[in-house]
């Protein structure tokens, strides 16, 4: 209609009508694919089954199912889509759907990692904040370490007992090729540890003993190449066919064989069983991931003498009124508390730079 200037108009009730065709308020993109957007949420997989990841090897997974009953066999998947970003290693326990059966050329698919109790991480070096993580959900590290050939290390050793105690694994330590030279010196760094010690000949390796001590337990096996770690495995676990290596005569270095993290089942006598987790040697294990509180947690004796220590010290040598280097001084510790405590500042003041 129009009014008296001759304009169209369109009453309450026009409006209304056109208003059902109106789609300029309405803004959407093409999909140019032509096919249903996707949606971030995901299937909760309420029928996977969970299994231990037993290692690693060219982004397959070898699990483990059904652990300890009739059904238990091994399983190859590979990783959803969605865990892409996530780390999955050995020791985890994950949640798989798809074929499970394990039966030749099958594939699962592991679509969650279930909450880990422990994580063992190390660093490329101390001055890198980038984790790399070792294993998970172990509850015991066994720490070798060769009395000569080559030398033992007491600094590494320390620095894995740092990386225990911040990750809540209880350490434990073997010294292998006993017959090589006295272990004693090297032991007397560690007196005033609450560590169990287990001590090893090439001729005579106390097997009864660690075994006992593994059962019941998930324990990762760490060594500096060379000192006999997968000789020891094999030993405990003969069918672990783990490569062995030996030390170049003239850098005293020993070689890289066990490239990859591999879990391994370990039976005692009464068919009682536990897992050991080897890993391969390393010449270093940096502890940028670690908080520096935790450092003074895997010198123990040295960390009850630091409660009488003033609020915010060091313990660094230039440290003012520190109970643990007036008690060194004072020879309450004797020299294996002065080697404790050279051990614990020069880790300290590496994170002090």
């Given at each position: 209609m129009t009014d008296n200037s001759g304009s169209w108009w369109a009453d309450d009730e026009d409006d209304d009508e056109l208003d059902l065709y109106d789609e300029s308020s309405i803004r959407s993109r093409p999909n140019p694919k032509g096919n249903r957007p996707r949606t971030k949420t995901r299937p909760e997989h309420a029928d996977a089954q969970i299994a231990r990841v037993l290692g690693v090897d060219r982004g397959r997974?070898?699990?483990?199912?059904?652990?300890?009953?009739?059904?238990?066999?091994?399983v190859t998947a590979a990783r959803a889509s969605e865990l892409?970003?996530?780390?999955?290693v050995t020791g985890d326990r994950v949640a798989v759907v798809g074929d499970t059966t394990g039966e030749e050329g099958t594939l699962a698919r592991i679509v969650r990692?279930?909450?880990?109790?422990t994580l063992l991480r190390r660093s490329a070096d101390d001055t890198d904040e980038v984790e790399r993580i070792v294993v998970a959900n172990a509850d015991q590290m066994l720490i070798v370490v060769a009395a000569a050939n080559p030398e033992p290390r007491t600094r590494l050793v320390d620095r894995y007992l740092v990386a225990a105690y911040d990750a809540g694994i209880e350490p434990m330590l073997c010294v292998t090729k006993t017959d090589l030279a006295d272990p004693e010196p090297f032991l007397s760094n560690f007196a005033g540890l609450d560590l169990p010690v287990f001590t090893?000949?090439?001729?005579?390796?106390?097997?009864?003993?660690i075994t006992a001590a593994l059962i019941g337990h998930d324990t990762v096996v760490v060594g500096h190449s060379g000192v006999g770690k997968s000789t020891l495995v094999n030993a405990i676990v003969p069918s672990a066919h783990r490569a062995t290596g030996h030390v170049n005569v003239v850098t005293g270095r020993g070689r890289h064989t066990s490239s990859s993290t591999v879990s391994l089942r370990v039976e005692d006598d009464e068919g009682r069983h536990g897992w050991v987790i080897d890993t391969p040697g390393v010449r270093s294990f940096g502890l940028g991931h670690v908080n520096t509180d935790s450092i003074l947690k895997a010198f123990t004796d040295l960390a009850?003498?630091?409660?009488?220590?003033?609020?915010?010290?060091t313990h660094l040598p230039d440290a003012p009124d520190c109970a643990i280097i007036e008690a060194v001084e004072a020879g309450k510790?004797?020299?294996?508390?002065?080697?404790?405590?050279?051990?614990?500042?020069?880790?300290?003041?590496?994170?002090?730079?």
């Open positions: 997974y070898t699990v483990l199912l059904d652990e300890d009953t009739p059904e238990e066999r091994q892409r970003r996530n780390p999955i990692v279930e909450p880990r109790t090893s000949r090439q001729d005579d390796i106390p097997l009864h003993d009850e003498l630091a409660e009488d220590c003033p609020r915010g010290c510790l004797g020299e294996a508390g002065r080697a404790r405590l050279d051990s614990l500042q020069r880790l300290l003041a590496t994170f002090a730079r």
